[in-house]
């Protein structure tokens, strides 16, 4: 099969969808023809599909996520950018307050059909500004689905998922994942949001990770295995709703866990990944172990901003001080 | 929509609320309130140049802009009894009544918050629906929020189909509109985003009702938004028991004796409407009134695991 | 020691911090004269200080705490007031990108010594714009101290630590600890961030509530003294800086802890502390359980919202599941 | 400040950037980078209305505006480098420069973020020096954020010693002002908060330095804050290596043919002053540059660990 980006394939859902369904719309910062993107995942879709549907906005991040919210609501399924994932701060009130609640606030009367994307994650030198990683706010907002993928083939199939639902979602793309490469098939297909995905299998522990951190398990992983030890990773796709089952499963199975993300330790998912398998397996375990970006803003020189995320060795180190 | 309809809505909010805040003295009704009263010319003169298709978004005070959209009396009663017959199932009380039926796309309890989804059903309008229209209502202290500025431009831009209506009640709470703006006029403020704007008075339901047809027009035609400020005010407090203390009493009596309904009526007597058919509309809006008390009272409570439905959309 | 509420208790903070230091001002909408706060906070403040000092602002969040952030920067110590929690949705990228990040970004040239009040919490059918409990949003920023105050005398002497800590504090007050009573010495003290409180010493089991759940807690608690069942209460009243050291002691004495909040179950600050407590004396614990709001917005329908947030009862059938 | 100065200042800025690009384009820089070049006539025209005391905010184009009020050419490059020596200890890099003892209160790379944060540095003048003033920079873009109405309308009322200067460079990114505001001149907006607006030709310093001239009397009069929009142009791409294919070429032509600095040369020489004064000026400059990169060259990089510090005030 042809191996594309992950920026390709998200470009092709967008694509496929907005064929499939002339009610999907996007509306974003420089989404249009002069810049196609930040990161160019709207590559040629204005040349496609006109300036009506896909539409450059003014810097108005709030307004962009409220539009998308009215815009849902009546009978379109917008999918709106929000260039970098910092500024989905500017339009918490639509995302969180409208977007998430309007159904349940109308007593099921109206629904919110609308994907918000955004590039989060550090690694550009971007500095505190363009580099953080705030998927946990969103998972806290009943209403809400959250999204991260983690490959070519997630991203295309979860996207795709994601404009269908009829829920609001929140889908988290990371900059440093826009870049890798997979298989994806010619074909329609889609990966169905809540079910995580056993990204390698294993025996001797469970490494749960997310987004960027993926990849970084895996390569960890494929490493460890030349030291005799098997690690499981486990990649959630969608880190709302959780699929609380193969997390679950695969804790059991092992009775390690280390738990990996980009975002800062405090306050990061790794707390309700924690709490979900100590309600659920507790006496299945024998340890787990969490390894989450450094609780500081993202800094710009390149030395400091790699030693604030989880790195390859990081992983290899902390599975050897649960397993041995 | 003819005048005398122009009436009975105008009546059907005002005799609305005066039950409704009757039973919240008598603790009958949960939660806060902020009622309408003395605004009624405003939502029922917009609503007027409507069509049942076009949408509105709303305020925490939007039981006004409800009924002149034309929902059920009886929905919204029990809405606000928090009962399991109402608009939301009792989920959203009085400060999140919608009715998707009729394009009231919600009370909103966030000042400023219903700006950029009115923006988006107007992309709704433009897009799947070039018949239509959105009405966006806010008051006077909303229109200093970022999203009226962001959504009011957005709008521009896109020649959307969408007509701000600043209710302008001279105050936000205690606030009154010169401690937060240096300007007299909110409808200046449209010249900042190249649209036109206009001034009413928000007390004449005709005065407003024509300014707000014009807007339609120009937005049916394509033409793009327009930002009308209505000039008005509200009888209460702002919510519950507010004595609303900080307004100068002789401000209140000047605009009391302005009541939008009383003039109106004054207006359909002297172009020679009868004095009993009028009593007969009163008469039988107190009647719709009462119907929808009964009904509210007699519907069953939800149940508290309840609350756990419609938060998504299950397949 | 005389008696006073919560509210009365602020009111006292406020006055007193700003008789002490000509820096302390507020802003805030309708916190002025005219209306003295929405939950009267600042009741009299503008008719002492005038109103250069308590400044009543126009309805825009951002802007509201955007203005502090500045104020702070250059000699101020501002405390903010966002009218109900829920609006703190519209203010976090002030909150968020720049108060919290700053003095990191500028390379610790600048600190950004202000308060942001704000009241959380259900209870009052204000439905679910004016209802949540975010604090977990802001546990999750570096840069950032989050407080919970549960009494009039911690109320008090937390918000004096807070307007006098150099940093920016998101100071969450719930609506239904206001009307609270309780002893508050006339003398000026402080209750330091970052410290928790023992609110009842027990053997059996750990409690660990906030804020509102710190009084239902210890009915709860007194509840099953009778019933034979020894319980500790412990209240972080900081939940970040959380104080791992008097959390963890308490869960390794009774070996068993049961984490209370009014927020939202997922994603909320029992992960967390969950994941505090498995990081520091998972070994020690023989059962975690989660008592937290459900996973909906708040309905308006009193027998709805009563039934979403943790109560008495809940507590007390927690409590007996992991004891007994 | 003297006009020689001026023609120094917005040297020095050209200079530094023509260096930096050429750094960056050799991979010697990390992260992005947006350059002033081209606009530099706003940031010393407004600055040399100002003294050291003033405050100024700043944006993601924040370099002209940090020499404008006099930052260290040394510690800016460092920063750039990423070096501990640098204004931030490497941790903001371009988009953050801060330098706290000049009143530069910090690029700030959320656009339209910092116009909150001036209106609270103006709060701070106001009620703790009165002889100061802040000028809060941001560009077309941002004037479309709701900061902008949310910030300009709270320094209005409050009277506040805010100078708001919009730098209209036609683009945001790739986005044409008018694909994204129905008005030609931002300065239209004043109007919407009652307060003066002005547009200027950006690119001429001694008519940016008279307009802020003006403004800052009347904010240190106590007379409150001022709009001013610079036309002015980038002559770079928005960041990096874009190439700003999206500009009409004759448009570039244009502005290039007005850029800000030859044309001050022309007119400092047509008032007299010998050109080798000038040329003295200009290589004085080039050392300064050369000097700055030494510096951030030969300056010792952060430790990893140097991370985790200043996240919060330890006492
Ligand atoms: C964003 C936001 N800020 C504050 C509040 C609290 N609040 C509710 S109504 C109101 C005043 C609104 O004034 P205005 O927009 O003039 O409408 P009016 O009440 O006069 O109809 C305020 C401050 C809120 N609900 N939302
Ligand atoms: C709130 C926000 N939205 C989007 C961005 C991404 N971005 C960085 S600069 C820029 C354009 C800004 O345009 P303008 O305000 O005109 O300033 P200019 O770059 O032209 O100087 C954008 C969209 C950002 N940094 N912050
Ligand atoms: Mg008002
Ligand atoms: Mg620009």
């Known amino acids: ?324 | 929509m003819e005048d005398i309809e122009m009436y009975k809505k105008m009546l059907e909010i005002r005799k609305f609320e005066e039950k409704v805040y009757d039973l919240f003295t008598q603790n009958l009704i949960p939660g806060t309130m902020h009622l309408y009263m003395g605004e009624e010319a405003v939502a029922v003169g917009v609503c007027a140049a409507l069509t049942p298709n076009d949408f509105i978004t709303s305020t925490h005070r939007g039981h006004g802009h409800c009924i002149a959209k034309g929902a059920s009396l009886k929905k919204m009663m029990a809405e606000i009894f928090g009962k399991k017959t109402g608009y939301c199932k009792g989920k959203g009380g009085s400060m999140h009544i919608t009715d998707k039926n009729i394009g009231m796309l919600g009370a909103n309890a966030v000042v400023g918050g219903a700006i950029p989804i009115a923006v988006g059903a107007g992309l709704s309008c433009k897009l799947k629906y070039p018949e239509r229209v959105t009405v966006c209502f806010f008051g006077d202290g909303a229109s200093n929020q970022g999203t009226f500025h962001e959504g009011i431009n957005m709008a521009s831009v896109w020649d959307l189909p969408v007509i701000f209506v600043c209710e302008n009640n001279l105050y936000a709470m205690g606030t009154r509109q010169s401690l937060v703006m240096n300007i007299e006029d909110i409808s200046e403020r449209a010249a900042g985003y190249g649209i036109p704007g206009a001034t009413v008075d928000g007390n004449d339901v005709m005065a407003v009702y024509q300014e707000a047809q014009r807007a339609v027009t120009r937005a049916r035609n394509g033409d793009g938004p327009t930002l009308i400020e209505c000039k008005t005010y509200r009888h209460k407090g702002h919510s519950r028991f507010d004595p609303a203390k900080y307004r100068p009493q002789e401000e209140v009596a000047e605009w009391m004796a302005r009541d939008p309904i009383e003039s109106f009526r004054y207006k359909l007597l002297d172009k020679g409407i009868p004095e009993e058919f009028l009593h007969k509309i009163e008469s039988t809006v107190e009647t719709e009134i009462e119907e929808a008390v009964e009904f509210a009272e007699e519907s069953p409570l939800p149940e508290p695991e309840d609350a756990l439905k419609d938060v998504w959309v299950v397949e």
């Open chain 1, 1 to 324: 099969m042809r191996e594309i980006t992950v920026v390709e394939a998200l470009n092709e859902a967008l694509r496929e969808e907005m064929r499939r369904d002339e009610n999907v719309v996007l509306l974003g910062e420089d989404i249009g023809k002069y810049w196609q993107g930040a990161f160019k995942v709207t590559k040629g879709l204005e040349e496609e599909f006109g300036p009506e549907r896909v539409r450059d906005t003014p810097i108005s991040e709030n307004a962009i996520a409220g539009c998308a919210v009215g815009a849902a609501m009546t009978g379109l399924r917008p999918v709106a950018e929000i260039m970098f994932g910092d500024l989905v701060a500017l339009a918490m009130d639509q995302i969180c307050n409208q977007a998430a609640k309007l159904r349940y606030m109308s007593g099921g009367q109206v629904s919110v059909p609308m994907v918000l994307r955004t590039p989060f994650g550090a690694g550009g030198s971007y500095a505190s500004h363009h580099s953080q990683s705030l998927e946990a706010w969103f998972v806290h907002v009943p209403g809400l689905k959250v999204v991260q993928p983690s490959n070519a083939y997630d991203a295309k199939g979860l996207l795709k998922a994601s404009i269908r639902d009829d829920n609001p979602v929140v889908f988290c793309e990371h900059k440093f994942v826009y870049g890798l490469k997979g298989t994806v098939p010619e074909e329609d297909y889609v990966v169905p949001l809540g079910k995580a995905h056993v990204a390698r299998e294993g025996e001797d522990i469970t490494i749960i990770a997310t987004s960027l951190m993926v990849d970084r398990a895996l390569k960890a992983a494929a490493a460890l295995e030349e030291e005799g030890i098997s690690c499981e990773v486990v990649d959630p796709r969608t880190v709302r709703p959780l699929d609380e089952e193969e997390l679950c499963a695969s804790a059991r199975k092992t009775g390690k866990v280390l738990i990996v993300h980009e975002a800062c330790d405090t306050g990061g998912i790794s707390g309700e990944i924690t709490k979900t398998l100590v309600r659920r397996v507790f006496y299945y375990l024998d340890a787990i172990k969490i390894l989450a970006g450094k609780d500081a803003p993202i800094p710009f020189a390149p030395v400091m901003e790699k030693w604030v995320a989880p790195d390859e060795e990081r992983i290899k180190k902390a599975v050897k001080e649960i397993v041995l």
